[in-house]
Structure formats: C-alpha cells, structure tokens
C-alpha cells in the first residue's frame, strides 16, 4: 500500500492486521510503524497490531479480536463472516 507492505488486509472491512515481533520495541521501528499507521489511517484503514507472543500464546484470542476488529467496521454481515457469526446474528429470517 503505497511504499509500505502490510502483513494481512481485508479491503472489505478496511482493517490491517500487523504482526509485530521484537524489533518493533526499538525506538526507531516504533517512528517508522507510526508514520506507517497515519498513512494507512489517512487512507481509512484501521491498523490491529498484535505480537507475535500473543499469537503463540493465545491464538484463539487474537483471531477473535480480529474478527470483532472487522465486524465493527462492516456495514452489513459480510458472506465471509456469515459462518463466524453467533446464530440468529445478521439472518434476514
């Protein structure tokens, strides 16, 4: 997107997921992730940034934030999530 690369992006829901291991601690990737992150925002993105300790500690979790992040910023059910959603949820019955 641009000059920069991101780690995973559902144009649908307009949300980056980053996958952040150590080296974005260090001060001078935290500059370079923040001007990324405005960049993306000025284009109407949401960018989820999660550790890479998070995803091998608790993966069922980070899928979950994952899945509310782009649920909040669908308009309507997306056939993608239909399958994720809690029964009764976003049915036209």
């Known amino acids: 997107m641009g000059s920069y690369v991101v780690d995973f992006l559902c144009d649908e829901a307009m949300l980056v997921v980053e996958l952040d291991g150590g080296g974005h ?16 925002n000025e284009l ?3 960018v989820l940034r999660v550790w890479n300790n998070a995803i091998n500690q608790d993966i069922n979790n980070v899928l979950e934030g ?10 309507s059910p997306h056939p993608a999530f239909g399958h994720l ?8 019955n």
């Open 25 to 40: 601690g260090e001060a001078g990737q935290v500059v370079h992730d923040e001007k990324r992150t405005a960049y993306l």
């Open 44 to 46: 109407g993105y949401d």
């Open 66 to 75: 994952i899945y509310i992040a782009a649920k909040a910023r669908l308009k």
């Open 85 to 92: 959603l809690p029964q009764g949820e976003g049915d036209n």
